[in-house]
């Protein structure tokens, strides 16, 4: 028999794919969640950037673990923008990964030594230092992250 899948259990996978789950129900709370996704996502302008899945960026980025998946959108630096990209990390267990440690190959993606990265839907500062990003993930969890 499948697993009873929560909403936040959805948004850990299909957004690693690029995916956005459709709210239904709930009163609106869904709805209300999946509008700060979207919000985020329009102001990144993800339909003009590059994706990059987790089964395929491994030049770009790299994980701590199987459970733990980055895929990411990028937009490279162009005339009077500096790169900047948005990752969706997953913890795609049911472990805790309070210490989830990312490494961003910052020369590749195009940003420099002194980036800055915070979670894009609550502002909260990530610590990035030499490219490596902390990202405490709770199980069956994404966050999503811009680096800029």
């Known amino acids: 028999r499948p697993p009873h899948w929560m909403f936040d259990d959805a ?4 957004m690693l794919h690029d995916v956005r789950v459709r709210p239904h129900g709930s009163g609106g709370v869904l709805l209300e969640q999946m509008s700060k996704i979207w919000n985020v996502m329009t102001r990144f302008d993800v339909s003009h950037a590059e994706w990059h899945p987790y089964w395929k960026n491994g030049e770009l ?3 701590p673990s ?3 998946k980055a895929s990411l959108y990028l937009t490279p630096a162009s005339a009077g923008q500096a790169a900047r ?4 990390v997953s913890n ?3 472990q805790e990964a309070p210490d989830a440690r990312v490494q961003l190959n910052l020369a590749r993606l ?6 800055a990265a915070k979670d894009a839907l609550t502002g909260q500062s990530l610590k ?8 405490p993930l ?4 994404m966050r999503l992250v811009w680096v800029e």
């Open 110 to 115: 195009g940003l420099p030594n002194g980036a």
């Open 11 to 14: 948004l850990a996978f299909t």
């Open 66 to 68: 199987d459970s733990v």
């Open 61 to 63: 980025v790299t994980t």
């Open 138 to 141: 709770s199980p069956m969890r």
């Open 85 to 88: 990209t948005l990752m969706v």
């Open 128 to 135: 990035l230092e030499q490219g490596q990003l902390a990202v």
């Open 92 to 94: 795609l267990s049911k």
